[in-house]
């Protein structure tokens, strides 16, 4: 049986607006195992980026109990949380979220360069893999949308990190490029035998790629 | 690394701006060190090459405009006759009457000295083209003539005529080369127009030297008076406690050692550093408040990319040295600027006004940068800090 990555029990985050607080996940419950291809759906505000940010370790729950690695999540210091976001975790946004005065090549190497590592020929290998070989040197504003998604892509995987987090990866792409992006990830996923992959997306295409489809009503898993 | 670069590349016009804006305090802060204290030393560099080790004064002259009440030179017999345990202690004293003119553009010093005591002010330095002043002492002569043993004397006793013989100066090479003046030209001075009969190289103590009793003469000083002295002791004898013996004998008077000139110097125009100094300062704390509201712009510019870094597991760490070191970058940049502006600025300066000194010494190309380093780091705190705080989900969501 692989290993547990993630387990919330009663997670609950909510959010301040003024005078009023306003509950998103109300009491979600949740495990994703090692290796597995996730995919969250769910209508628009029901809280799915939330709980990726949340999976992601870049935002705090605000109740209920959260384990990654069997680490109690809530009990982490900040930077331990840094720590283990920037060792095991990798983001794939619906907007790519690419820095713009950077090349391709750079973009992706800054993964590597903020954990530490000389970027080398993994960089390259990356953006070979997502088929952007020949745009190495092109900055964001000079790729399409698809091409700064794959790019984005080889950006989150040329850390080989333990769990890829994907917030409506194709939101921003046609249908064709969505296909093209949703096949690449899979692809990607299978190749690397201990990744576990969670994607929020509304793309029913996604039922063809994932393992499992889970869906999100009010802030819960729906059973 | 690449990222500061990218950023600074990205806004080529505003990081000019800002690495101007640093250069020109960096080379204010050279400009204005080098100028107040290159001048200070050059003046003192000269002093040196006077041969006496006392300098006498009275209370009430001013050691930079030598403007005030001079001294009767009977006080010369007075200090000779100074003794440290009944030995007497001075082997020479002669005065020197000041006056000024108008030469290259600024007010020249002028020193009235006696031409018998030339070679105790010059020193080593060589009068390279012409000759010294009253050479066959004819003036000299003449003044001692209608004394006739008498302090005082009428000036207007003498005539046009012998006056005009001993209307000549000699003149430093700095000067002249300034002046683009030459033995047999002619200068205006207490409205006369006086020779320049010798061309001295460039070290004497004053620009202008001219015979002490000219000067007397035509300020109409009947008798016998100096603005101040100098003093050469006896071999085996301690300057300080010649110093001290004539300072007791005399106490009216401001006894010195020469030695000490650059302090005496650096007493008195100590508000002509301070205001140089304040003006660096403040163009200095401009310069990087430039660099902080630059730095400043760029954080709250790029939130987004602040976060995403951070959602690729930047620490805080990482986020404030992005910052620090491209507040750096432009420091570094503003600093070597400053450096070209700064000897742009000498040439300028030195073309423009010839005889100022601006003396750019390693130290203080040492301290612009220092100062150029630290404040691109004090400066890079806040926005480094504001980096620090931002809020990656909310700046991830604002497009």
């Known amino acids: 049986m692989p290993k547990i990555v993630f387990q919330t029990s009663g997670l609950l985050k909510s959010f301040q607006m003024g005078s009023l607080e306003v509950p998103v996940l109300r009491g979600l419950d949740l495990e994703i195992r090692e290796g597995e291809f996730v995919a969250i759906m769910g209508p628009s505000g029901c809280g799915k980026s939330t709980l990726l940010h949340v999976l992601g370790l870049m935002s705090s729950a605000s109740g209920g109990e959260f384990k990654a690695w069997g680490q109690d999540v809530g009990r982490l210091s900040q930077a331990k949380r840094t720590q283990l976001r920037r060792e095991r975790i990798a983001f794939v946004f619906q907007r790519f979220n690419l820095l713009g005065v950077l090349s391709a090549w750079n973009n992706v190497a800054m993964a590597l360069k903020i954990r530490g590592e000389h970027p080398d020929h993994q960089v390259s290998e990356a953006l070979e893999e997502v088929g952007l070989a020949e745009k190495v040197r092109f900055k964001p504003g000079q790729l399409s949308v698809g091409q700064q998604q794959r790019v984005a892509i080889a950006r989150a995987l040329v850390c080989k990190p333990a769990v890829l987090l994907a917030d409506e990866p194709t939101g921003s792409l046609d249908s064709e490029n969505s296909r093209t992006v949703l096949r690449l990830m899979r692809r990607l996923h299978d190749s690397r035998a201990e990744q576990t992959t969670i994607l929020i997306t509304h793309n029913p295409l996604i039922v063809d790629c994932a393992d499992r489809v889970l869906e999100m009503i009010d802030g819960r898993i729906k059973e | ?399």
Not at chain 2, 85 to 98: A, L, M, R, T
Not at chain 2, 256 to 280: H, K, Q, Y
Not at chain 2, 297 to 313: F, Y
Request: hydrophobic share 50%.
């Open chain 2, 1 to 399: 690394m690449w990222l500061c670069l990218a950023n600074i590349l990205q806004r080529k016009l505003r990081a000019a701006l800002s690495v101007l804006a640093v250069g020109i305090g960096i080379a204010m802060l050279i400009v204005l060190v080098s100028l107040s204290r290159g001048s200070i030393a050059e003046v003192v560099q000269r002093w040196s090459s006077i041969e006496a080790q006392l300098w006498i004064f009275p209370r009430s002259v001013d050691v930079i405009t030598a403007k005030g009440d001079y001294i009767d030179d009977r006080v010369m017999e007075q200090i000779r006759a100074v003794k440290v345990n009944d030995e007497p202690i001075v082997s020479q004293v002669f005065g020197v009457f000041k006056a000024s003119l108008q030469m290259a553009g600024q007010e020249q010093s002028v020193w009235g000295i006696d031409p018998d005591e030339l070679s105790a002010v010059t020193g080593k330095h060589k009068i390279v083209t012409g000759r010294a002043f009253d050479a066959d002492r004819y003036f000299k002569k003449l003044v001692a003539e209608k004394r006739r043993g008498r302090r005082d004397y009428n000036p207007d006793s003498i005539s046009e005529g012998e006056l005009a013989r001993g209307l000549e100066l000699i003149i430093d090479q700095r000067l002249a080369e300034a002046a683009g003046a030459k033995t047999g030209d002619t200068v205006a001075m207490l409205g006369k127009e006086f020779r320049i009969v010798g061309i001295i190289q460039t070290g004497v103590p004053a620009r202008v030297l001219a015979p002490l009793e000219v000067i007397r003469c035509i300020k109409g000083v009947t008798r016998a008076r100096s603005t101040f002295y100098f003093v050469k002791i006896r071999k085996g004898v301690e300057s300080v406690a010649a110093q001290e013996a004539i300072a007791q004998a005399l106490p009216s008077l401001r006894v010195e050692r020469t030695g000490a000139f650059a302090s005496i110097l650096g007493e008195s125009v100590a508000i002509a550093i301070i205001i140089p100094d304040v003006i660096c300062g403040i163009s200095v704390v401009v310069s990087f408040l430039f660099i902080l509201l630059t730095v400043y712009t760029m954080v709250l510019e790029r939130t987004k990319e602040i976060a995403i870094l951070r959602s690729l597991g930047a620490s805080s760490g990482f986020i404030c040295r992005q910052v620090v070191f491209e507040s750096l970058l432009i420091s570094i940049g503003g600093i070597a600027a400053g450096t070209g502006l700064a000897y742009a600025g000498k040439a300028v300066i030195e073309s423009i006004w010839p005889l100022l000194t601006v003396n750019i010494r390693v130290q203080w190309l040492g301290l612009a940068m220092v100062v150029g380093l630290a404040g691109g780091l004090l400066s890079s705190q806040i926005p480094a800090w504001l980096a620090v705080r931002t809020d990656p989900l909310t700046a991830l969501n604002v497009e």
